[in-house]
């Protein structure tokens, strides 16, 4: 099983047509990913060429569902415009949004995030690399051939970077389901959403967190994991090195004193239970030997 996106979702791309969506429609196609049409209402009613499949354009995210029954969408629509089109899934009622996009005002976010819970759309991102359940979908820009092998580990991060990282150092272990949450102020999937879909899905046997400095998400979804999760969970935190009071990386997280630190969130998760690592090899030596302990 997977979480969120499995061999049975049906894909639209929003921004298909443009370079990025193109480029990666054709990848998500080659990891076989159903993707069944794309959106942009300026080229609606023609079609585009992926190797051995044709996908239809069309000029709602409404009439796209209504003609191939998608349950699925990924944004790559540029920021200033990006807000609109989640909204525009969202009122067409499909179920989850992929946000790649980059760059959208914290304002925009703040908008179409609350927007979406509203119309029970669950919303992945933005600045996200998406996520996929190997051998079976692929929705965004995580490189397929990375962990082509389905297994029994579920990721949740917030770098895109690390996704990739820690699906190489476990290749030959596999994953349910790798989710690239985002690092952005606001974000619509949370860590602990995840950790919930995660401990409710039969075939994933134990969870990998990537955090990074900045905020209190992974101090809560320490609370949650003492709490609610019982599968075993290891942890990883970029930042140690990090100076306080700078804003660092995507993720516009300003350290300040004690707060937001790598350390008090490596400290809240080891508290809970987490093991952490101090390095991405490390976190993925930590995860072989719990697995090999379940066994």
């Given at each position: 099983m997977a979480i969120y996106l499995t061999k049975e979702s049906k894909v639209l791309v929003q921004g298909m047509?443009?370079?990025?969506g193109m480029k990666h429609?054709?990848?998500m196609l080659a990891a076989g990913t159903d993707v069944v049409g794309g959106v942009n209402p300026r080229k609606a009613g023609q079609a585009?060429?992926?190797d051995d499949r044709t996908v239809p354009v069309f000029g709602t995210v409404s009439e796209a569902m209504a003609a191939t029954g998608a349950d699925v969408t990924?944004?790559?629509?540029?920021?200033?415009?990006?807000?609109?089109?989640?909204?525009?899934a969202a009122d067409a009622g499909i179920g989850l949004a992929v946000v790649i996009t980059e760059g959208i005002p914290v304002h925009?976010?703040?908008?179409?995030?609350?927007?979406?819970r509203t119309r029970s759309t669950?919303?992945?991102?933005?600045?996200?690399p998406g996520l996929i359940s190997p051998g079976q979908s692929n929705a965004g820009i995580i490189p397929a051939d990375i962990a082509t092998k389905p297994g029994r580990i579920g990721l949740v991060s917030k770098s895109?970077?690390?996704t990739y990282q820690l699906m190489y150092e476990l290749r030959g272990t596999g994953f349910t389901t790798a989710v690239g949450i985002g690092g952005d102020p606001v974000i619509g999937t949370t860590h602990i959403d995840c950790l919930a879909a995660f401990e409710d899905d039969p075939d994933t046997e134990l969870i990998i967190l990537i955090g990074e400095i900045g905020g209190d998400a992974e101090e809560r979804a320490a609370a949650y994991i003492s709490s609610r999760v019982t599968k075993p969970v290891i942890g990883y935190i970029a930042g140690f090195t990090a100076p306080e009071g700078r804003t660092m990386g995507h993720a516009g997280a300003i350290v300040s004193g004690s707060s937001g630190t790598a350390q008090a969130k490596k400290q809240a998760l080891e508290a809970a239970g987490v093991r952490v690592?101090?390095?991405?090899?490390?976190?993925?030596?930590?995860a072989l030997e719990a697995l090999a302990r379940l066994t």
């Open positions: 047509t443009g370079a990025e429609t054709r990848r585009v060429g992926f990924v944004v790559f629509v540029p920021p200033p415009f990006a807000g609109a089109a989640v909204v525009e925009d976010a703040v908008a179409f995030h609350a927007y979406a669950r919303v992945i991102g933005p600045n996200c895109g970077t690390l690592g101090d390095t991405p090899s490390e976190t993925a030596r930590l």
